[in-house]
């Protein structure tokens, strides 16, 4: 393509992207003209393509360059990516750190698990960085500029502050709701004063639907950890008890010997 295109999702996200390549029921949309990054979408989930009138800003790639980076589909908000918004100033090359990395630095700092900070980026946002939602919510943890703002967050579409912001705003919840996750996430969703409202998880499928979409994937990675870590453990105990390899050969050894001793 001549010039750069938005991928129009199902689920109410664009996707701004340099070209594209159909493999299978996927369509891969590259977000680079050199192929650095790219996201794998399901073809069915793209109701059309629009040109991108907007100037094109250069994509935060992640330290790890040609990594993919994926996108949640039938997201509990239904953020709208405004793709990309032109930036003024000169467009200077500056080096990012990987996504990861701003990640478990922010959870550090907030004593978050890494795990729940991704669970709520991937429902917030997909991973894009960029993402713009119909009510204003920007970047990876979908902050409004009102929020962004009491966070001291200066440019939401930078993931290094969005992170820590957001990181920061759901310890402040957790903390607020003696550390309830199912309220704390209801609140970065709808706002506190709902979930005050409501006394809980306001009755909104939205919410709803947001919620369990964390919790779910939260727990289901937890899950995954605890058996790959007690299949170590068995591991680790049956090496413990084998033989060596010295005393495996020495037994045969013994035997032998006391074969052929009575002559």
Known sequence: MAASELAILRNGFSIRHEHRLVMGTNTRLFLA????????????????????????????????????????????????????PAKSGSAKSVPTPALNQVVNSASAAYHLDPDLVNSVIHAESGFNSRAVSPKG??????????????????????????VTGGSRYLRELLERYNFDLVKALAAYNAGPQRVEQYRGVPPFRETRAYVARIVHEYNTKKIAQEKIARREEAKQKQLSTKPTARARASKPAATAVTAESPR
């Open 137 to 162: 919510a920007r970047g990876l943890m979908q902050l409004m500029p009102g929020t962004a703002n009491q966070l001291g967050v200066n440019d939401a579409f930078d993931p290094q502050a969005n």
């Open 33 to 84: 003209a050199d192929d650095s990054s790219f996201t794998d979408v399901p073809t069915e989930e793209i109701t059309g393509y629009e040109k991108d009138l907007t100037l094109p800003v250069p994509l935060p790639v992640p330290a790890d360059a040609h990594a993919s980076i994926s996108v949640q589909f039938g997201s509990a908000k239904a953020a709208s990516a405004n793709s990309w």
